[in-house]
């Protein structure tokens, strides 16, 4: 089955402080994975994926993540977190482009 | 550039009346579109996806129906609404190899 995790509800920084939102997968085959921001009442806007090669992507608003096969891991990283990064962020899995798998979000805030 | 519209933006509805949702793409054509449910301002569940005029996937058993009469029109429907259908509602499309878009989502609740 596929599946996404997102183990932390919240994560709170500091501002200027790195950040890190974990998200594990659990897909048999080769997974192409994304992260998404959604802001309130609104849609999910998308920020990065990973399809195959550089195992780093880089994507909007300078975040970045790692593709980690060994651990199955695609954890979303900001160097500098800013007070305007406060946001729900997804992780999302899939198999064959047909369907996407969504975590169940993780709580960014950023305190100035 | 591809748009993805979807409306009406919010929703109230006594419970027992009939729904319908519309969400249109524009500036691409056989997109693959989706209609996610997201309950509490969490984690989003997949309802039904399409890949083709006509054709439709459950993804789960519910009050809920979807149609695709059109290429780029996907439209979510209800005969009966139920307070448990409370939520907000996403409509996205995507195409092999790219990422899903998301409208902006529309806010129905059922009272």
């Known amino acids: 089955a596929q599946s996404v995790a997102q183990p932390e509800d919240q994560v709170n920084v500091a501002e200027g402080n790195p950040l890190t939102v974990k998200c594990t997968y659990s897909v048999s085959g080769n997974p192409y994975l994304f992260w998404y921001v959604q802001y309130p009442n609104r849609g999910l806007q998308f920020l990065l994926k990973?399809?195959?090669?550089?195992?780093l992507v880089k994507g909007s608003y300078g975040f970045e993540a790692e593709f980690n096969k060994s651990q199955t891991s695609f954890h979303l990283k900001k160097p500098s977190a800013l007070v305007s990064d406060s946001a729900l962020y997804f992780c999302?899995?899939?198999?064959?482009?047909?369907?996407?798998?969504f975590g169940s979000g993780t709580k960014l805030n950023v305190k100035p | 550039s591809q748009t993805i519209h979807q409306w009406p933006a919010t929703l109230v509805q006594p419970v027992g009346s009939p729904l319908s949702l519309e969400c249109t793409v524009e500036g691409t054509s056989n997109p693959n579109l989706y209609w996610y449910r997201q309950a509490a301002g969490r984690g989003l569940q997949l309802l039904f996806y399409s890949v083709g005029i006509g054709q439709i996937s459950s993804e789960v058993p519910q009050n809920l129906s979807a149609s695709r009469p059109q290429d780029r029109q996907f439209i979510l429907s209800s005969k009966k609404l139920l307070l448990s259908d409370s939520g907000f509602y996403l409509c996205a499309w995507a195409k092999m190899n790219t990422e899903a878009f998301f409208g902006q989502g529309t806010r129905l609740t059922v009272v």
């Open positions: 990973y399809i195959t090669g550089d195992n």
């Open positions: 999302a899995v899939s198999y064959n482009f047909n369907k996407f798998y």
